[in-house]
């Protein structure tokens, strides 16, 4: 939905080229509306609390080789993802949701460490 509508609305004919995406201002109520749809895109893919029931599950069921590329690659790519596009698309609403996500990492960061003896098994 946030590649329709950023494309959409982004200029005067519909477009899928990302360089004419950048160039384009949009209003700040826009790019908030832009930038929750791409968090929370990326939020699942990341996986981000509490989007990410679908790890656990995938991790378990699938083959050594496929845990291995999807945790070396294909969770890294929402990060990448989440830099690359709502930084770089959407720079106001970043300077807004800049803020809340630190705390929200600091935060998470803080509770999965305290809780690291119950998660690892040796």
Request: charged letters at 10%.
């Amino acid at each position: 939905m946030g590649v329709l509508g950023v494309g959409v609305y982004g200029s005067n004919e519909p477009t899928s080229n990302f360089e004419t995406s950048v160039n384009q201002s949009y209003h700040v109520a826009l790019e908030i509306i832009f930038y929750n749809g791409f968090l929370i895109a990326f939020a699942v893919k990341l996986p981000i609390l509490p989007l990410h029931t679908w790890l656990p599950d995938t991790h378990g069921e699938t083959h050594y080789s496929t845990c291995m590329l999807l945790a070396g690659m294909l969770l890294k790519m929402g990060a990448y993802e989440l830099i690359r596009i709502n930084m770089e698309l959407l720079p106001h609403a970043h300077s807004i949701f800049s803020p809340w996500l630190i705390s929200f990492n600091a935060r998470h960061t803080t509770n999965c460490s305290s809780k690291r003896n119950v998660l690892v098994h040796y």
